[in-house]
């Protein structure tokens, strides 16, 4: 249970850095940092890919690692 619970904290925190990472569309918090900015004259396509490709890894394991959790919930509170 401790496993899930620190799998938990570590893809959370890197799903907010991963999302703050990416390049802003306009209005949003990456440009409120300055991101639009830097975002035209810096970073490459491929660089986007990757990161979306990474975000969206990360997102699937915290996903699996809730309803793991969810399950893993159920069953102490059922026998219990």
Request: no cysteine; net charge positive.
């Amino acid at each position: 249970m401790y496993v899930l619970v620190g799998v938990l904290v570590v893809t959370s925190a890197a799903l907010i850095l991963l999302v703050l990472l990416h390049k802003g569309k306009g209005g949003g918090l990456s440009s409120m940092f300055g991101g639009g900015v830097s975002s035209n004259v810096s970073g490459s396509a491929v660089a986007e890919k990757n990161l979306d490709r990474i975000t969206v890894i990360v997102g699937v394991l915290w996903l699996i690692g809730i309803v793991g959790f969810g399950i893993l919930l159920r069953q102490i509170v059922s026998s219990g």
